[in-house]
T-cell receptor, first 116, second 110 residues
Framework: NAGVTQTPKFQVLKTGQSMTLQCAQD?????MYWYRQDPGMGLRLIYY???????DKGEVPNGYNVSRLNKREFSLRLESAAPSQTSVYFC???????????????FGPGTRLTVL | RKEVEQDPGPFNVPEGATVAFNCTYS??????FFWYRQDCRKEPKLLMS???SGNEDGRFTAQLNRASQYISLLIRDSKLSDSATYLC???????????FGTGTRLQVFP
């Protein structure tokens, strides 16, 4: 079991470029999440998907789009990257969701993104 | 005021010491509470849930004080491998999101 995998691990973009962060889980979990982690801010939820075919905005969705491609995969797209999107991005999954059920969230290893 | 506040530390303690962290939350509608651990440049991992009556897992004890709106994590007999950042997580009643604290860094030295 690989758990939650993310690609790429590192990425440097120029302002205005686009890219997609990929996330996959092999635990047959229903819910998947995208967070960003910035110094002094804690992890903040960008988008989540409570089940295949559904997505909802989190706390900081502006500048991002997501796709729940199937039960395993949940991608995060930056259409026009900005320096304010420099961050570490974590994907997570949980068996049930939504988070109010208190399910353990399993995190991927993260993607370190720098936007110049 | 932040919804979840933690002392960033670092807490520098010798091996074998007992150390405690607190985490305060501002919303009385907070329903569920957790401690996650995050090693340097790694992903967060669930350490333990926090139950109303308090709970223990080996050297780790978690407690909840709803009246004063804080949770605590006590680590006994600290090991070098306990060095990490400890994240406090709160879930508000009837919402769909986890609220993370910024974390408390612990450094255990020989």
């Amino acid at each position: 079991n690989a758990g939650v995998t993310q690609t790429p691990k590192f990425q440097v973009l120029k302002t205005g470029q686009s890219m997609t962060l990929q996330c996959a889980q092999d635990m047959n979990h229903n819910s998947m999440y995208w967070y960003r982690q910035d110094p002094g801010m804690g992890l903040r939820l960008i988008y989540y998907s409570a089940s295949e075919g559904t997505t909802d905005k989190g706390e900081v969705p502006n500048g991002y789009n997501v796709s729940r491609l199937n039960k395993r995969e949940f991608s995060l797209r930056l259409e026009s990257a900005a320096p304010s999107q420099t961050s570490v991005y974590f994907c997570a999954s949980s068996e049930q969701g939504p988070p109010t059920l208190g399910d353990t969230q399993y995190f991927g290893p993260g993607t370190r993104l720098t936007v110049l | 005021r932040k919804e979840v506040e933690q002392d960033p530390g670092p807490f520098n303690v010798p091996e074998g010491a007992t150390v405690a962290f607190n985490c305060t939350y501002s919303n009385s509608a907070s329903q569920s509470f957790f401690w996650y651990r995050q090693d340097c440049r790694k992903e967060p991992k669930l350490l333990m849930s926090v139950y109303s009556s308090g709970n223990e897992d080996g050297r780790f004890t978690a407690q909840l004080n709803r009246a004063s709106q804080y949770i605590s994590l006590l680590i006994r007999d600290s090991k070098l491998s306990d060095s990490a950042t400890y994240l406090c997580v709160v879930i508000l009643y009837n919402t769909d999101k986890l609220i993370f604290g910024t974390g408390t860094r612990l450094q255990v030295f020989p």
